[in-house]
T-cell receptor
Framework: DTAVSQTPKYLVTQMGNDKSIKCEQNLGHDTMYWYKQDSKKFLKIMFSYNNKELIINETVPNRFSPKSPDKAHLNLHINSLELGDSAVYFC????????????FGPGTRLTVL | DQQVKQNSPSLSVQEGRISILNCDYTNSMFDYFLWYKKYPAEGPTFLISISSIKDKNEDGRFTVFLNKSAKHLSLHIVPSQPGDSAVYFCAARAFQGAQKLVFGQGTRLTINP
């Protein structure tokens, strides 16, 4: 059983397009996250949701919009894709206030041409 | 401004010897430190952690050391095994309105038979 799953695994698209990445966790966790691993390999948090409520919103362009339809899902929608958005995006989840032990999905490699 | 840094992008160690991975941080408000391990095409998985009130934590072959005055932590793996070959991420927990993890850029460890 996959604990945290992401779809798609790979995404290749043209500049200016809009795309979504989906994330689902079956661990019963209350908190979910999106991270971006950039070209320098740092994993940087973008957003965090707790029970569908946004609790962390780092300095991310407003072209990125997370959507949490329920506490098991946190999708990431990106408008007007730019070359610099090319990266690996990881979804993660944890129990509320147990930020240290996060469970990560396998990642989505986004390539913007 | 990267608050957590792993200055060695890669490390190669012979099987059976000790592997030492290093991590430096700049924010004295970090209260908890973690190591995550990542295999190719998978998300990071939690390995071991240490509270800022301790200077050592051991779990089997893995030991994490924390030197707060130097703002430095290290992960020791002994003896190293081929299955330890992976990318290791150092992370630190901060509370800035909400809890979040700040990750380093990872060190790729290769264990040679």
């Amino acid at each position: 059983d996959t604990a945290v799953s992401q779809t798609p695994k790979y995404l290749v698209t043209q500049m200016g397009n809009d795309k979504s990445i989906k994330c689902e966790q079956n661990l019963g966790h209350d908190t979910m996250y999106w991270y971006k691993q950039d070209s320098k390999k740092f994993l940087k948090i973008m957003f965090s949701y707790n029970n569908k409520e946004l609790i962390i919103n780092e300095t991310v362009p407003n072209r990125f919009s997370p959507k949490s339809p329920d506490k098991a899902h946190l999708n990431l929608h990106i408008n007007s894709l730019e070359l610099g958005d090319s990266a690996v995006y990881f979804c993660a989840s944890s129990r509320y206030r147990q930020t240290d032990t996060q469970y990560f999905g396998p990642g989505t490699r986004l390539t913007v041409l | 401004d990267q608050q957590v840094k792993q200055n060695s992008p890669s490390l190669s160690v012979q099987e059976g010897r000790i592997s030492i991975l290093n991590c430096d941080y700049t924010n004295s408000m970090f209260d908890y430190f973690l190591w995550y391990k990542k295999y190719p095409a998978e998300g990071p998985t939690f390995l071991i952690s240490i509270s800022s009130i301790k200077d050592k934590n051991e779990d089997g072959r893995f030991t994490v050391f924390l030197n707060k005055s130097a703002k430095h932590l290290s992960l020791h793996i002994v003896p190293s095994q081929p299955g330890d070959s992976a990318v290791y991420f150092c992370a630190a927990r901060a509370f800035q309105g909400a809890q979040k993890l700040v990750f380093g850029q990872g060190t790729r460890l290769t264990i040679n038979p």
